[in-house]
């Protein structure tokens, strides 16, 4: 058997910029086993893949986010590359479509910008800051090119925008000490299993690293923008919505207002010479708890053809 698919490039207006995402429509009775699921999302070799289930709501349409290394509840690109392509690409043939079910939960999608057709996405999110700290020690063991950036002393928040996808945050001096981030020595990831960073009940999934820069002066946008990379053991990804929002998420929790909106500007990829642009609204409530992620971008479509369904 074989599915249909296409490959967009997400957070980007530009064929081979931004972030590569798979996206395959799974067929009406198809059985596909997750197992299935993940050999063709390792046959990709993108940082995720997502695959469309049938529809059964004509309001909603069901995905799975895989990475190569596992399913995940939740990724900020593929949830924008799907409603990009629900609501700009193929909305022709899917109107009405203002939902995307994921394992993290629903996610309402509208068009917020019809000149650009960039898309809006309500994160499902459920928030937590980690007791524990990533330990400068345990930093400089799998990035030691950062040594001469830091101070003896310095830990790092672990944060969890949903369960299952946490990062810790790196925040950087200076775009010199961003272009220094290599990946992980030896390819290693750190554990969620490890207790001395996430804490119980919470260590599934993934801890992404992701280096930070604020307030960097950016010509494309003529504004201050927050400059970022992310490193997952020896990957090193062009954009990641996921972790935007989460970096997002925790300054506002951190350091923003009870009853205020933050609007932050995410530039990820020029290192690789892949430019992202990844914007995030943070709305908090009168308790200063978050009430609101809002995720935006555009995606642009490279490819599409068949991907003969693996042998379970």
Known sequence: MQLNFVT?????LKAYGGNPLAVVFLPEGSALTQ?????????????????????????????DIFTIEC????????????????????AGS???????????????????????QAVAARIAHNTRIH????????????????????????SFPLFSIVNGLSQTFI?????????????????????????AYLDEGWRS????????????????????????????????DPATGSSACGLTAYLALTEGRAGEEYKYHVVQGVEMGRRSDIGVVVALD????????????TAVQVSEGKITVPEE
């Open 8 to 12: 967009l490039d997400v957070f980007t």
């Open 94 to 116: 899917n109107p009405g479509v203002d939902t995307l079910v994921t394992k993290s939960g629903e996610i309402p999608i509208s068009v917020s910008d019809q000149t650009t």
């Open 131 to 154: 007791a524990n700290r990533l330990p400068l020690g345990d930093l400089l063991r799998l990035h030691s090119s950062l040594k001469p950036f830091f101070k003896e002393g310095v």
């Open 71 to 90: 399913e995940i509840p939740f990724a900020g690109h593929p949830t924008i590359g799907a409603a990009s392509w629900f609501l700009s690409h193929a």
């Open 35 to 63: 197992h299935q699921k993940h050999i063709m999302t390792k046959e990709f070799n993108l940082s995720e893949t997502i695959f469309v289930h049938p529809v059964t709501e004509h309001n909603k349409r069901t995905i």
């Open 286 to 297: 009168s308790d200063k708890k978050i009430e609101m992620v809002e995720l935006t971008g």
């Open 205 to 236: 999934g993934l801890i992404c690293v992701y280096f930070f820069v604020r307030d960097v002066d950016d010509a494309v946008m003529g504004q201050k923008v927050i400059r970022t990379r992310m490193m997952l053991g020896g990957f090193e």
């Open 171 to 195: 925040e950087l001096p200076s775009l010199e000490a961003l272009a220094a981030v290599t990946t992980a020595s030896g390819g290693e990831l750190f554990s969620v299993k490890n207790e």
